[in-house]
């Protein structure tokens, strides 16, 4: 039939690639005949069924007919040549032996097992942490076009970074800057109460104002209502599910009627918001349409023609391929247009990307928000790192450790390995064999894994405070990374074994070789001095942690904060008529002392700080914190008054109190009504003045209070200036009572009697002061979770590495122990003998840790302006301990060996 | 003993052997059986088969025949074994039993 073939000479060539695979991988000794067949075949396929369908033909048949897919699988093939490694039979056989050897050693496997489970857990679980950080707002279609406008201030030297810019800003760039497609404007300016009035609860909500553009620029979907025309009107609001939820009970709520309390007009429902989902860096729960203030004289005036001011976030929509340096430049240039800074005023302006806004906004200040407005939550960068290094570590060490038991344990196999290879097994037979076997023991490992991730899940969640899920739902590139490092480990930790043991020879195996090689031994001692050096560097900083955190919470702060409630003033009446307010609140018998301030020490919220001067003194004015307090504040705080006297009554509204720091700074001594001068305080950015005409606020120094800790025990205590209660920098803004602790809870009842009855419309809204101070410290509380963590999981892995090379060292030196007995070593001093090299190890690991961990520990304490002395004993406990865990671990097998009968490992040479 | 079974595929591949007589390679059978018997079958399906009828003993085979054609290449051709022989006859013989067994008014509605 090869006439069959196109006289015309030759059709074109099949496929090449096909060609090379055929002769590539041709069943052996099918070589000529196959070539020359499908050459035919490819001929007549031409023929008849043209030229494509031809090759595809041609193509198919090769792939068939290529090793390992080709042959008869009724029985073996004909030729008795070597079988190849990966053909299906072979791999059944290594997935039969790999099952049979693992099953029979139970505490190897379980050991490797355990290691591998525990590293791929620890992968998993920072995985799913990590991807839900760095995914951070990424549910808007034009994510990497959005950029946030941040703006760069420096006032003879003082720099600022603010995320903010002005209402022009906004405006006129999308006119004059081509490559801007969009901007948005979003202003969060304050708390107020919200009403259903058909169901008058006041909830106390952060207001958003946010343009009509933002919902275009940004994807909130909207589950009620149309995105193009929810924020055009005056008078608009959209609000979200949950809210909806909290004011009306159902999300059927369009149309509807809402009050603000800041608002005179009632606002109408325009839209409801989806919830936002984790990871969102926004997380307004409302949104008023901007135009609503557009008819205010405030903002005819002042805002809609204003290029200086920083009142609102800005966002832009970048047309696609731009660059968002040029449109900085851009933008830099067009606002120095329009408004001119003061001499020695920097201004320039840049764009932070959407997707930069979580990690990288170390620095820039959130603007264009009320103080009372808490900041966008930010990511940090410093658990990204810890976490993707242990995530790395744990899984390196876990198939480290692997190699290490596998090796060791390979003397018991060399028998095995020598009697395959005599009978014919090749060397990528047996390579084959243990590949098979760690693969199979990774993929276990995964499931148990997946089992536990699930489980820890919830715990899990709630220390890195994130809703983090592991099932079928989950993003598909998470299961991708996690099958890909799980093969990438099972084959890298194969691959050593496998290597290593598939090259000896036969008959020296036979003979019963004693594998032993010093390199590899002194590589696997190195490897447990490293891994028991950074856990005994990780003991000594969670002990370091544990004493700090608990020198802070229970450090005296110069102030007692126990029993404290602080309650927040949230309307105009219950500011205005808190004289009253107060003498009621102190009549309830439970409640001891009543004080009206600013701020309060342990303050969540900005303080206010001002800059002061002695009067006609030449000296720089310093910069200070100020509190409004009023005459009870010095009692109710248990703060000790040093020199001159407390706050009488409103006359002493020109009065101050320093503390000491303040004090010295101004180079008073003794308090003697000398004048000081406050001409300036903080603002939105910066420092304005105190008064619209400049004239500084005047006060009479009249006493000083010892120090007392009013910030968090990180930084030093600042100078302080307590004004009266009535001052012109910050008006009163929380009640702080002292209480009995005896029936709290009826306290508070009646402390909220009180102030609904000044104003039925005051939310009541407390904290416990020692609360809030605690929170100060509560990532340090997290960090030191995250450190004994992350302490045992080192521990645990390595004692893994030392059990497997004390297993080794047993099993090599048993001859040698044997021949120590019958001389007549005790079995105490045998287990000494075998131990004694371990603890070296560990000695020496210790040694190492102990300059890297005091380093290290003392670099942290430096953080803090008040910490605990580094002693010796935390060093010597962290040594200890490790000595310890490591005696436990080798001692079994010391003791094991120690106790054979010598007659047993003699008698077989 | 048992007797080897030989599918239909098999039988089909035996007996375009034994048709092909000198001829009978593996290319040849399968463009034989894709024109005469109208009927798609793949050059591996045919290979395989080719072998695993030589492990039953059905076809012998022996390299010969390198033509140009084929870019010089050689070609295993097959003969047909006794046992191959036997087992077609077999085989022959079993179906026009049932044939006969067929009463003639039936094969006559048939058309047969």
Redesign the interface.
């Known amino acids: 039939?090869?006439?069959?073939?196109d006289e015309n000479g030759r059709p074109a060539r099949p496929p090449r690639w096909a060609d090379w695979l055929l002769s590539r991988f041709c069943p052996a000794g099918?070589e000529?005949?196959?070539?020359?067949?499908?050459?035919?075949?490819y001929?007549?396929w031409v023929k008849?069924v043209g030229l494509p369908a031809a090759r595809w033909?041609y193509a198919?048949?090769v792939l068939?007919?290529i090793r390992p897919f080709?042959?008869?699988t009724?029985?073996q093939?004909?030729d008795d040549s070597q079988p190849f490694s990966l053909h299906p039979t072979m791999l059944r056989n290594y997935l039969k032996i790999a099952f049979r050897t693992l099953s029979r050693n139970k505490l190897y496997t379980a050991l490797n097992i355990g290691g591998l489970t525990f590293g791929v857990t620890c992968f998993l679980l920072i995985g799913l942490y990590l991807f839900d950080e760095l995914t951070f707002d990424q549910q808007h279609r034009n994510a990497n076009r959005i950029y946030r406008v941040v703006e760069y201030k420096s006032v003879k030297g003082e720099a600022t970074t603010v995320a903010a810019g002005s209402y022009k800003l906004a405006a006129e760039s999308r006119k004059t800057i081509a490559e801007i497609e969009n901007t948005t404007r979003l202003a969060r300016i304050g708390r107020a109460n919200l009403i259903n009035p058909e169901n008058p609860v006041n909830f106390q909500e952060t207001v958003t104002n946010a343009d009509e553009n933002f919902l275009h620029i940004f994807d909130f979907p909207l589950v009620l209502g149309d995105k193009h025309t929810a924020l055009k009107e005056p008078n608009s609001i959209a609000i979200t599910e949950e809210l909806a939820m909290r004011l009306f009970g159902t999300i059927q709520v369009l149309g509807k009627t809402l009050r603000f309390s800041h608002m005179d007009a009632p606002l109408k429902v325009t839209g409801v918001l989806k919830n936002h989902p984790p990871n969102s860096s926004f997380d307004f729960n409302l949104l008023v349409s901007e135009a609503s203030y557009r008819n205010t004289d405030y903002y005819r005036q002042t805002v809609s023609s204003d290029w200086a001011s920083t009142d609102f976030s800005v966002y832009f929509l970048l047309k696609p391929n731009t660059s968002s340096e040029t449109v900085s430049a851009k933008l830099t240039k067009l606002v120095l247009a329009n408004f001119k800074p003061e001499p020695g005023t920097m201004l320039s302006f840049s764009l932070q990307a959407l997707k930069d806004i979580h990690l990288h906004s170390e620095g820039i200040i959130d603007g264009a928000r009320n103080s009372n407005v808490e900041a966008i939550a930010q990511g940090s960068p410093f658990y990204l790192r810890i976490f993707s290094f242990i995530a790395l570590f744990v899984l390196c060490i876990a198939g480290i450790n692997y190699m290490n038991l596998a090796t060791a344990r390979s003397s018991n196999r060399l028998k095995e390995i020598g009697v395959r290879k005599s009978i014919g097994a090749e060397r990528s037979n047996l390579a084959y064999q243990f590949l098979v076997e760690a693969l199979l023991m990774t993929t276990f490992s995964l499931l148990v894994a997946l089992v536990l991730v699930n489980v820890m899940l919830p715990f899990f969640n709630q220390f890195v405070k994130k809703q983090l899920t592991l099932g079928f739902s989950t993003d598909y590139r998470i299961w991708l990374m996690t099958l890909a490092a799980t093969l990438l480990i099972g084959v890298l930790s194969g691959s050593y074994p496998a290597l290593l043991l598939s090259g000896f020879k036969p008959a020296l195996l036979l003979k019963g070789m004693q594998f032993n090689q010093r390199g590899s031994l002194s590589v696997r001692k190195a490897l447990v001095v490293f891994q028991f050096t950074i856990s005994t560097v990780l003991i000594i900083g969670t002990i370091v942690l544990y004493w700090q955190v608990r020198f802070l919470n229970t450090a005296n702060l110069g102030f007692n904060k126990d029993l404290l409630v602080v309650i927040d003033v949230n309307t105009g009446t219950a500011r205005d008529r808190f004289e009253t307010i107060k003498a009621d609140m102190a009549k309830i018998p439970s409640v001891k002392n009543v004080s009206v301030t600013s701020r309060v020490p342990g303050e969540w919220k900005t303080y206010r700080t001002v800059k002061i001067n002695t009067q006609g003194k030449a000296h720089e004015p310093q910069i200070a914190y100020l509190i409004g307090a009023d005459k009870d504040f010095l009692k109710t705080f248990e703060i000790k008054l040093l020199a001159g006297r407390n706050f009488v009554n409103p006359t002493d509204s020109t009065s101050v109190l320093l503390n000491e720091t303040a004090a010295r700074r101004l180079h008073i001594t003794e308090p003697s009504d000398q004048l000081v001068e406050i001409p300036a305080m903080s603002g939105g950015s910066g420092f304005q003045p105190v008064s619209p005409d400049n004239t500084p606020f005047k006060a009479r120094v009249i006493g000083i209070v010892k120090d007392f800790h009013f910030q968090s025990l990180k930084t030093r205590v600042e100078p302080l200036v307590l004004a009266y209660n009535q001052n012109p920098i910050h008006v009163i803004d929380y009640y702080t009572a002292r209480i009995d602790a005896q029936g709290i809870s009826q306290t508070l009842e009646k402390l909220k009697a009180v102030l609904l009855e000044a104003d039925p419309n005051e939310p009541f809204e407390y904290h416990f002061l020692d609360q809030q101070l605690a929170l100060f410290y509560q990532e340090d509380a997290r960090r030191q979770t995250l450190l004994i963590g992350v302490a045992l999981a080192t521990i645990f892995i390595a004692c893994l590495g030392l059990f497997g090379l004390a297993t080794y060292s047993a099993e090599q030196r048993i001859k040698e122990v044997g021949v120590r007995k019958v001389l007549g070593a005790s079995p105490v001093n045998l287990a000494a003998l075998l131990s004694g090299d371990f603890l070296k190890l560990v000695l020496m690991a210790n040694g190492i840790a102990f300059p890297i961990a005091w380093w290290a520990a003392d670099q942290w304490l430096q953080g803090y302006a008040y910490h605990i002395a580094l002693e010796w004993w935390m060093f010597a406990l962290a040594g200890l301990l490790a000595l310890l865990i490591a005696l436990l671990t080798v001692s079994y097998q010391a003791i094991k060996a120690a106790l054979v009968n010598p007659v047993k490992s003699l008698r077989s040479d | 003993m048992k007797r080897a079974f030989l599918g239909e595929l098999e039988e089909v591949v035996l007996l375009t052997v034994a048709a092909l007589q000198e001829?009978a390679?593996?290319?040849?059978i399968?463009?034989?059986i894709?024109q005469q018997m109208n009927r798609s079958i793949?050059?591996?399906t045919v290979?395989?088969t080719l072998?695993?009828l030589?492990?039953k003993g059905f076809v012998a085979s022996q390299?010969g025949g390198?033509?140009t054609?084929?870019?010089g290449?050689?070609?295993?051709l097959f003969t047909v074994t006794v046992a191959g022989q036997r087992a077609l006859i077999e085989s022959r013989q079993v179906r026009s039993q049932l044939w006969e067994q067929i009463p003639t008014p039936v094969l006559q509605l048939w058309g047969a």
């Open positions: 039939m090869g006439r069959l073939t099918l000529d005949e196959l070539q020359g067949d499908l050459l035919e075949m001929a007549y008849t033909r198919l048949a068939r007919l080709s042959g008869s009724s029985s093939s004909r | 001829a390679y593996c290319a040849a399968t463009q034989t894709d793949s050059f591996p290979h395989t072998q695993r030589e492990e390299m390198a033509t054609d084929r870019g290449r050689q070609k295993r």
